[in-house]
C-alpha cells in the first residue's frame, strides 16, 4: 500500500506523508490505516504544537496541535489518529495506544487529545498524528520516568538539630516520595548519616505508604564519636536518582540522674579492692546514656580514678580500695549530677600482732588465777582488731 510522499516542515517539526503501517494494531486502528491516502488535498500538513511530560509510564498529559493547508488554512473536522512507537521508524509495530479510534479536528483545525496512555514502552517514545484522508502525519518525541520511579522527595520533617546520643527519635522522619507531582507508593527510601548512628548502622531503609510518605520512627541514634565528629553529622534521604537532606544533626550527650548497682558486693578485706562492680547510667527518662564516665570521689581517695560507660551505659568499675580501716565504709561514685553511695563492709585482715592492753597484777597465789590478769587485743598490720 503506498502513495506519493510529500514533505512539509513547520517551524519545529519536520511532518511528511505516511501511508504503511504493520498489521499488528488493533482492527479499528488496521481498518483506517489501510485505507488508500488521498491525493485531493496533497499539500494537507499536521502540526504537533504540544505533548506534556509523561510522569507516569504510560501516562502522557495531552497533545495538541493543527491541521491545515501548507500551513496555513485551517481543516476542521479532519479525522485524526494517534500512534506511539519506541521509535519513528518503529512508530505503531510495538505499542498499544489508547484511547483508540480517530478524533476530529476543532472549528479552527486545532486538536486536542487527552487520556492518552501507551502500554509497553520503555523511558522514551515516539507520538505520531496522522491525517486519516491524506496521511499528513507528525512526529514527536516525549520523555518519562519509569512507573514508580522516584523524581523528587519532598522533606516534610527532618532530624532535628540536636539528639541526644542513645536516644529514640522525639518526632519521626518524614519524607515524601514524588514523580512529578504525584505521590509514588511502595517505593525504597534509603535514610543514610555520615556516621553509623543508627544503632551502629549508616542506613537505613523504610518503604512509602499509599500517601508517598516514607516514615522514619523508633531509631536510637548511637554511635561513638568524638565531640567534634558528633557536632554536624550529615544525614540524607535517598531514592533512586532523587535525593534530599534531612539533617545535619548534632550529638550529645545525655544528663545522667541515676546510677544504678547491678552488682551485690560482699565484704572485702581491709587493704584490698573491690571485685568488678556494675552500675548503669540513666537519665531523667530511665534511658541509658552511654558514652560518659563515672568516677570515684571519695575525699579520702588517692586519686579520682574514671570508668567509662558503654553505649548501653553500663560501667563496670574495677579496682576500687576500700582503705585500710574496717567497718562499714561508703564509697561515692559519681556522673554528671548523679551521686551514688556505695555501701562497703570491711572486714579486718588477717591478725598481725598481739597489743597489751592491761598489766597483769603483780601479787598472786601460788597454784591460783591472777588477781588481775593482763588484757590484751589482736589485731590485724593496719592495727583493725
Known amino acids: 500500500m503506498s502513495c506519493v510522499s510529500r514533505a512539509v516542515v513547520s517551524a519545529s517539526l519536520s511532518v511528511g506523508l505516511w501511508c504503511s503501517f504493520a498489521p499488528t494494531l488493533e482492527a479499528q486502528q488496521e481498518v483506517a490505516f489501510e485505507r488508500d491516502c488521498s491525493t485531493s488535498m496533497p499539500r494537507a500538513s499536521v502540526q504537533i504544537l504540544e505533548a506534556t511530560a509523561?510522569?507516569?509510564?504510560?501516562?502522557?498529559?495531552?497533545?495538541?496541535?493543527?491541521?491545515?493547508?501548507?500551513?496555513?488554512?485551517?481543516?476542521?473536522?479532519?479525522?485524526?489518529?494517534?500512534?506511539?512507537?519506541?521509535?519513528?521508524?518503529?512508530?505503531?509495530?510495538?505499542?498499544?495506544?489508547?484511547?483508540?479510534?480517530?478524533?476530529?479536528?476543532?472549528?479552527?483545525?486545532?486538536?486536542?487529545?487527552?487520556?492518552?496512555?501507551?502500554?509497553?514502552?520503555a523511558r522514551?517514545?515516539?507520538?505520531?498524528?496522522?491525517?486519516?484522508?491524506?496521511?499528513?502525519?507528525?512526529?514527536?518525541?516525549?520523555?518519562?520516568?519509569?512507573?514508580?520511579?522516584?523524581?523528587?522527595?519532598?522533606?516534610?520533617?527532618?532530624?532535628?538539630?540536636?539528639?541526644?546520643?542513645?536516644?529514640?527519635?522525639?518526632?519521626?522522619?518524614?519524607?515524601?516520595?514524588?514523580?512529578?507531582?504525584?505521590?509514588?507508593?511502595?517505593?525504597?527510601?534509603?535514610?543514610?548519616?555520615?556516621?553509623?548512628?543508627?544503632?551502629?548502622?549508616?542506613?537505613?531503609?523504610?518503604?512509602?505508604?499509599?500517601?508517598?510518605?516514607?516514615?522514619?520512627?523508633?531509631?536510637?541514634?548511637?554511635?561513638?564519636?568524638?565531640?567534634?565528629?558528633?557536632?554536624?553529622?550529615?544525614?540524607?534521604a535517598s531514592s533512586g536518582q532523587a535525593v534530599a537532606s534531612v539533617g545535619p544533626v548534632e550529638l550529645v550527650t545525655g544528663s545522667v540522674t541515676k546510677i544504678e548497682l547491678l552488682t551485690k558486693v560482699e565484704p572485702v578485706t581491709a587493704g584490698g579492692v573491690l571485685p568488678p562492680v556494675r552500675f548503669r547510667l540513666t537519665d531523667a527518662d530511665g534511658r541509658p546514656v552511654p558514652d560518659v564516665t563515672l568516677q570515684e570521689a571519695n575525699s579520702d581517695a588517692k586519686d579520682f580514678t574514671k570508668f567509662p560507660a558503654d553505649a548501653e551505659g553500663i560501667v563496670v568499675a574495677e579496682r576500687i580500695h576500700v582503705g585500710e580501716k574496717s567497718g562499714q565504709r561508703t564509697i561515692f561514685l559519681r556522673s554528671g549530677g548523679a551521686l551514688h553511695e556505695l555501701q562497703v563492709v570491711v572486714k579486718p585482715a588477717d591478725a598481725a600482732k598481739v597489743i597489751l592492753l592491761k598489766e597483769p597484777s603483780d601479787r598472786f597465789v601460788a597454784d591460783s588465777a591472777l588477781l588481775v590478769p593482763p588484757e590484751v587485743m589482736v589485731v590485724d598490720r593496719f592495727g583493725n582488731p
Do not use: M, W
Open 124 to 236: 522514551g517514545i515516539v507520538l505520531a498524528v496522522r491525517d486519516v484522508e491524506t496521511c499528513a502525519v507528525a512526529y514527536t518525541s516525549v520523555s518519562y520516568e519509569p512507573h514508580n520511579a522516584v523524581t523528587r522527595l519532598e522533606v516534610l520533617s527532618a532530624f532535628p538539630a540536636i539528639v541526644v546520643n542513645g536516644r529514640p527519635l522525639a518526632t519521626p522522619v518524614r519524607v515524601k516520595a514524588l514523580q512529578g507531582s504525584s505521590p509514588v507508593a511502595g517505593a525504597q527510601v534509603v535514610f543514610r548519616a555520615g556516621l553509623p548512628l543508627f544503632n551502629g548502622e549508616a542506613q537505613r531503609v523504610a518503604v512509602s505508604d499509599a500517601d508517598g510518605i516514607a516514615t522514619l520512627d523508633g531509631v536510637a541514634l548511637r554511635t561513638s564519636c568524638s565531640v567534634a565528629s558528633c557536632k554536624a553529622v550529615s544525614v540524607t
Open 54 to 121: 509523561i510522569y507516569r509510564a504510560g501516562t502522557i498529559g495531552r497533545v495538541t496541535g493543527r491541521v491545515a493547508v501548507a500551513g496555513v488554512a485551517p481543516l476542521p473536522s479532519r479525522q485524526l489518529q494517534l500512534l506511539a512507537g519506541p521509535s519513528r521508524d518503529a512508530v505503531g509495530q510495538d505499542l498499544e495506544v489508547l484511547p483508540n479510534g480517530t478524533f476530529l479536528t476543532k472549528p479552527g483545525g486545532d486538536f486536542v487529545i487527552e487520556g492518552i496512555r501507551v502500554s509497553g514502552a
